[in-house]
């Protein structure tokens, strides 16, 4: 793996932690890789550093740009990518764990419907009112 | 002018002469100087502003910080790019036979890029979490000390950066005021998408 791969990696990692910490503080049950917030704290903590240990165990990785570190906006790009990967991974890993939650809840809000449903639960919901919104206003008349 | 870059080398020199005293701090130095450290730890921050919050008043004002530090960022580090454009000034190591702890940087030594950045990150959740932003400026700080420690960069360049940061933030509150109600329509489609 190049810098960047190893990059890549250690925010990916640090994002999937930061999301169970930010999910078991909020009580945002649907999105917890388990229903225990206690375990996945722990998770969390162990992921962040873990990803952080691993990454700089032989140093700081101080290399210019010209000789095999990441340029300022590749590392920005690389940061953005990494955390759309987090973020999917754990949406679509905590609605395979999560499946069994509450169908009937309000999801209008958006996030704070996962403390009672998954993520893929409450964006479905969202999608299909508005295309039920959208049935009904471009539904055509007959005149008979 | 003269007087103050005088003294600011002399600050330098005092700070970067401490090199070699302590095999630890400059093995810690070694990690926090790091062009990844700080930064990435801040930004995991920032991840974890937008999704930690335990009512519906901190979610609003977690997540419109995390705008404000965004849009800052990227106003500081433009500021920055144009300031480099009309004024160059070299790095200590150009001027002074010195132990470095650091690659050598070729871009310009003010102001100094990466404290603008995380100063920036710093003060858009400070507007947001009083607690979590001054943990974020003590970070700010310590890299910035760390870079000079480390022979990149003068004391006034890392001042320099961190008023850019500040700038940069307090421009990104007057456009974002703007050109409401652009953000809360962002946020509202981050809603609709169970994102934010």
């Known amino acids: ?144 | 002018m003269e007087a103050i870059s005088q003294v600011d080398s002399q600050v330098f020199l005092w700070i970067n002469g401490w090199i070699g005293t302590s095999a630890t701090f400059d093995r810690v130095i070694h990690w926090v100087v790091s062009d990844y450290l700080v930064p990435v730890v801040c930004s995991l921050t920032l991840l974890g502003l937008w999704f930690a919050w335990r009512n519906g008043e901190m979610r609003e004002r977690h997540q419109r910080g995390v705008m404000l530090a965004g849009v800052g960022v990227g106003l500081a580090s433009a500021m920055v790019k144009a300031s480099n454009l009309v004024f160059f000034r070299h790095r200590p190591f150009d001027s002074y036979e010195i132990e470095m702890l650091f690659y050598p940087p070729t871009d310009s030594s003010f102001p100094a890029n990466p404290v603008a950045v995380v100063v920036a990150m710093a003060t858009g959740v400070w507007m947001a979490n009083r607690r979590i932003g001054a943990a974020m400026y003590a970070a700010a700080f310590v890299y910035g000390f760390s870079r000079v420690y480390a022979g990149v960069f003068y004391p006034l360049d890392v001042l320099g950066g961190a008023l850019f940061g500040a700038a940069g933030v307090g421009l990104a509150y007057l456009l974002l005021r703007r050109i409401e109600p652009l953000p809360t329509l962002a946020l509202r489609v981050a809603r609709f998408l169970c994102v934010a």
């Not at chain 1, 990059?7 to 990916?12: A, E, G, Q, S, T």
């Not at chain 1, 690389?78 to 759309?84: A, D, E, K, W, Y």
Request: glycine share 14%; proline share 1%.
């Open chain 1, 1 to 144: 793996m190049n810098l960047g791969q190893e990059y890549l990696l250690l925010v990916f990692v640090g994002c999937c932690g930061v999301l169970q910490l930010a999910a078991a503080f909020g009580g945002l049950k649907g999105m917890l890789i388990a229903g225990d917030r206690r375990f996945s704290t722990a998770v969390g903590l162990l992921l962040v550093g873990g990803a952080l240990t691993w990454f700089f165990w032989e140093g700081g990785r101080n290399l210019p740009d010209t000789g095999g570190g990441i340029a300022g906006a590749a590392q920005f790009y690389l940061f953005m990518l990494g955390i759309f990967l987090a973020l999917l991974f754990t949406f679509l890993f905590t609605s395979l764990t999560n499946v069994g939650r509450k169908t009937s809840v309000d999801t209008s809000d958006g996030l704070p419907a996962l403390k009672e449903t998954t993520y893929m639960h409450a964006l479905t919901r969202n999608l299909s009112m508005v295309w039920k919104l959208y049935h009904r206003l471009t539904r055509k008349f007959s005149s008979g």
